[in-house]
């Protein structure tokens, strides 16, 4: 099919009521005049979107208090409506669950989890989700326009599908969208955790402004998400990224993906606890972490490193070493300066990120116009559940998802589901 190229006065004024609702959704505390200065559009043009937006319940206008000491009129600042529709995120992780409900602006209304140690298969899967997307709905009294969902991979997000992940109960080929779609009647996006922690930072986080950037996923495994000239980039089947299966020693052992010496054989929580229980152990070096205690989570390695503990200040500079061999790739191969990291921890903990700077600094053919810059993510572990409602809000914002009420949501369903990045 031929793209279209052309643009009817129709089309512009839906690109223009789209820009509006993107910088209002991103932005904060904005007026009617700066969003015409942010947005290029004359007063009159900007002020007429947002006066039709706010009639459909999508935008609201709020008086600010103003300083003390300021004279004059109270500021009236944009904002997301309290009753426009609103984006379902689910994530599913290997050990645990999560569902939220966010506006257009990323604002979590409400969330649920669940959490498992036990074998599930894949009917139980789409069982566990099914509730928590029903949970969700039950407690906020506003349409839903889709539902976006983020998954470990590897998965096939232009059809929607979960592919075979390792460890994950055997489950493969699951159709989560197809199923999704027809349980509920709205359009279903699928996306790699890792990508999706990407677009987070993008719609939503510190990364912007940034035309290049990759995201670096450490959590059950490691994967990594890019924008590449201002766009997420996943590849053909959208499961790009898989950097946790980049071979950092071609003589390893086999990998469950196939091949020799994967990342994630070296760089994992159980590697990380064999290097502390050696250091407490066989050195016996004193650490702030229970000796008796049989295995540390990834929470308890961070926090300990970030307080000084040596055994786990190893461990986890022994743990990014490895993580900059494969990463150094990446960012000799496509000439990226910038690095977000995200990973769960304490706010303030970022001894994950001074570690991983230190190691990638050597390795990376960075000249004197390019400086390497390492940064944790503003959503902490958070960045894919954010990232799987911001697949559906990109689409928003370029003027590919109608983005009123009721009727809007209608038609989404109508539309049915999209595969384009």
């Not at 007429?48 to 004279?71: Q, R, Y």
């Not at 928590?132 to 470990?152: D, F, H, M, N, T």
């Not at 308890?300 to 970030?306: E, F, V």
């Not at 990226?336 to 921890?345: R, T």
Request: hydrophobic fraction near 45%; proline fraction near 4%; charged fraction near 20%.
């Amino acid at each position: 099919m031929t793209a279209k190229l052309g643009a009817n006065q129709s089309d512009i004024h839906v690109r223009n009521r789209a820009l509006v609702l993107q910088i209002v959704a991103t932005e904060r505390e904005i007026s009617r005049v700066d969003l015409a200065r942010r947005t290029g559009l004359t007063k009159t043009t900007a002020s007429k979107i947002v006066s039709e937006l706010i009639a459909e319940d999508i935008l609201c206008e709020t008086e600010v208090a103003a300083p003390e000491s300021g004279p004059g009129r109270k500021p009236i600042f944009l904002g997301i409506s309290s009753g426009s529709p609103c984006v379902c995120g689910l994530l599913i992780k290997r050990n645990l669950c999560t569902a939220i409900l966010a506006d257009y602006s990323g604002r979590v209304l409400t969330r649920e989890d669940y959490a498992y140690t036990h074998s599930i298969d894949a009917d139980a899967l789409v069982q566990i989700l099914f509730n928590l997307y029903e949970k969700v709905c039950a407690a906020v009294s506003r349409p839903v326009l889709a539902i976006g969902i983020a998954a470990i991979g590897p998965l096939d997000a232009a059809a929607r599908r979960l592919g075979a992940p390792p460890n994950f109960f055997g489950i493969s080929n699951l159709p989560l969208g197809d199923i999704f779609a027809e349980k509920t009647g709205l359009p279903v996006w699928l996306i790699s955790d890792a990508s999706a922690g990407a677009l987070a930072e993008k719609v939503y986080g510190g990364a912007r402004a940034r035309e290049n950037f990759i995201y670096l996923h450490i959590m059950n495994g490691i994967g990594a998400g890019y924008v590449l000239h201002n766009q997420a980039y996943g590849g053909d089947s959208g499961q790009g990224g898989e950097i946790g299966h980049t071979s950092i020693n071609y003589a390893g052992p086999v990998c469950d993906c196939g091949n020799p010496g994967c990342l994630e054989m070296y760089a994992n929580i159980d590697a990380i606890n064999r290097k502390v229980k050696r250091m407490q152990q066989a050195l016996g070096l004193s650490s702030t972490l229970d000796p008796c205690e049989p295995r540390y989570g990834w929470r308890q390695i961070i926090t300990a490193a970030a307080k000084g503990d040596i055994c786990a200040l190893a461990a986890l500079d022994e743990f990014c070493m490895y993580i900059s061999h494969a990463l150094a790739n990446a960012v000799n191969l496509l000439d990226i300066g910038h690095i977000i990291v995200g990973y769960d921890s304490e706010q303030g903990e970022d001894i994950l990120v001074d570690l991983l700077a230190k190691n990638l600094a050597p390795r990376v053919l960075t000249g004197d116009a390019r400086q390497m810059t390492v940064e944790r993510s503003a959503f902490g572990g958070d960045a894919p559940l954010i990232g799987a409602v911001a697949q559906v809000t990109n689409r928003l914002f370029a003027g590919r998802l109608p983005i009123g009420g009721a009727e809007a949501c209608l038609a989404a369903q109508e539309a049915g589901p999209a595969i384009e990045a």
